[in-house]
């Protein structure tokens, strides 16, 4: 269950043809309401794709009615063109569910600096208008549908759903395994829910929730031109959520996606999990272990089940002073359990540590405060490197 | 020809039995004066080895004698333990010699987190004093000993040497394979001249030169522990060089060993140089093309001969405007000298670009400016993630 586990929303994936694989690759989530308030958070990459320029201009209000996303093609760095693509999309989607395409959000995931093809676009649209309008767009199957529909090197589709003792729901749906690395935003996702809430308290849950998950996954160091995180309401309960337990909630959803697409990361055979303890503030326990999901030195390490926790270090004294507070000479270092350093000296073998299991533990203790973070990254692997040279993508 | 092309520089590589491949690795280039001005340019990583802590003490007067130099191991991370070794062998060194230990810069490259062995250490040292003694020290077979003494995963020795006709002569020698990414300074590399000039006159030109040919090559993202250039000034050619003149040379030398390191970088298939034109500032065009220089993804498709410019864009677009400006819709990119993108719409068709060269072309315009820089870096290969993991270095 996912998009459709909340009332008040239907939705549909197709085949527009606009993958070389035949598969599944244009997605519709409609708001049935009676709410349409909406929050987005985009991607800070500068080089924004046209979606994104688009869908900024529809969430100027806060009302979205209908989401639409194709795999198969970004449409970034397509100009003018390109960009009257997205726009005739969203018109498409309009006439199709009788709403105003201001009220349409675009997201488009494939590669970038080529132009889509608009008659297949409209096409899958018109397909998945006619499966909306269906008994079963408000099934499990169309929930999965969808999110098979945005899958790219994806090799499983991400789902998730949180059910509140208070009646309402919140259901959502990721894709992402390459271009892993976010600004504000990341990958696209779409989040469902029936709570009653307002645009402005769900913009507010939205970046709380994503500060912490989908901000916090760097797999690959490679920020998306098209990452977009939406969150539709439909109302539909017709409960008024708690703020505070609903942004709970939300971050819950937003963790689970975010492991979900950690675990299938191109070509990752190892989900690394980077924690800074106690230090100065949280911005700098984000800012060194960032520095550590970045080194490919210490990634492929981990890949050869190698604990070379210098390379984790090296990593760490690239940060400024300015950046981060820490006594070079007093960090210590655990790897699975294992403290390999301690203040800076070596403390337990390396050999101690095993590696084999997928997910690994780095802890590093900068006695610098009392704050912390964790970074999600993974290991730089042949296969990582075998999927972004093979093809463009 | 290398350290010992310049008069007045004498040189030795030996086998302590610090490496497990039972190669050279202990390597001592001693200043036989007149002078022994000096100037060094070290890592800016804050996690310093316990070398580069010892040498920047000898550094404070300016003065150098002689510099020691072992593959084999970093001695970083080794707390008192390590840093008693580092002083012992420049304390065995000054013993052999018969100068100052406070006039012995020490370097060391290799595994961090492990002790060396200061037995083997001062047996090599022993060996190499007695070879410096011999009338050969001063040949290019003994350049070219310690040119191999202080390779890690380097195929092959570094040198380089600049003559002028003013009547002085500069030589070098660098070791870099991995971890090829500076802050101020990069890899080992000990630079020579029997030029007259002064301290402070070798720390400018040293900068100088520095600045836009070691720090500009970027080969992997990651910055080591280790970093040292070194600069010794003999004086034996009598000849008071023009400061401008020598930096001049020296830049030149300098580019040279950095287009050498580029080219023996670990597991790379393809050198390529990423320059940035028509920026707003020169340090800017530097943050825009190292960003680039960073993108895995980028690096990755260059491997797989694919010209994928989206990567490329995506990359720039990760530069705040705080640190370039620019407009994300009007930049141009060429590849191998085909313009596939113009203002933010494609171009020349992608596949107009031959990637099969080992040499590749990357420039980008931003149209923000007049000011430009290059970054020297290699693709992201299978190669490179079996030598960074198959085993610890």
């Known amino acids: 269950m996912s998009v459709t ?9 197709v085949t527009a043809g606009l993958k070389k694989s035949g598969g599944l690759d244009l997605a519709i989530v409609s708001n049935l309401g009676p709410l349409a308030n909406a929050a987005t958070v985009f991607t800070s990459n500068r080089c924004k794709a046209n ?7 529809v969430m100027s209000d806060g009302q979205v009615s209908a989401i639409v996303l194709n795999s198969g093609g970004a449409n970034c760095y397509t100009g003018t063109i390109g960009f009257q693509t997205t726009h005739a999309t969203a018109e498409a989607v309009a006439d199709q569910l009788g709403v105003s395409a201001g009220d349409v959000l675009v997201c488009s995931t494939g590669l970038i600096g080529e132009q889509l093809d608009l008659g297949k676009l409209t096409a899958g649209v018109f397909d998945a208008g006619l499966a909306l309008k269906s008994d079963t767009a408000i099934s499990a199957e169309a929930g999965l549908a969808a999110a098979q529909a945005i899958m790219t090197t994806d090799t ?14 919140i259901g959502g749906m990721a894709k992402g395994a390459g271009m892993l690395a976010p600004g504000l935003a990341t990958m696209l996702v779409v989040i469902t829910t029936d709570a009653v809430l307002t645009s402005a308290q769900l913009d507010a849950a939205l970046r709380e929730a994503t500060r912490v998950t989908f901000d916090r996954l760097d797999s690959d160091g490679c920020m998306s031109t098209n990452d977009t995180v939406s969150l539709l309401a439909s109302g539909a309960s017709g409960v008024e959520a708690d703020p505070a337990a609903f942004a709970a909630a939300l971050t819950e959803l937003c963790r689970d996606l975010t492991l979900q697409l950690q675990g299938d990361a191109e070509g990752a055979s190892h989900d690394v999990a980077i924690s800074v303890r106690n230090a100065a503030a949280e911005s700098e326990a984000v800012t060194v272990a960032r520095a550590v999901s970045r080194s490919n030195l210490f990634k492929a390490a981990i890949y050869g089940n190698d604990p070379n926790w210098g390379r984790v270090l090296a990593a760490v004294g690239t940060i400024s002073e300015a950046d981060a507070a820490f006594d070079p000479y007093n960090i210590d270092v655990a790897i699975n359990g294992i403290q390999v350093c301690t203040a800076g000296e070596p403390d337990q073998p390396r ?19 009392t704050a912390g973070a964790t970074i999600w990254t993974n290991d730089l692997t042949h296969d990582y490197v075998e999927e972004n040279s093979a093809y463009s993508s």
Chains 1, 2 share one sequence.
Not at 51 to 57: A, T, Y
Not at 360 to 367: A, G, N, R, T
């Open 5 to 13: 586990a909340p009332t008040g929303f239907a939705a549909a994936g």
């Open 51 to 57: 979606p994104i320029l688009w869908s900024q201009q």
């Open 156 to 169: 499983k589709p991400k789902q998730a759903v949180q059910v509140s003792p208070a009646g309402w729901t």
């Open 351 to 369: 050999d101690l540590v095993d590696l084999t299991p997928r997910a690994v533990s780095v802890v590093i203790d900068l006695h610098a405060g």
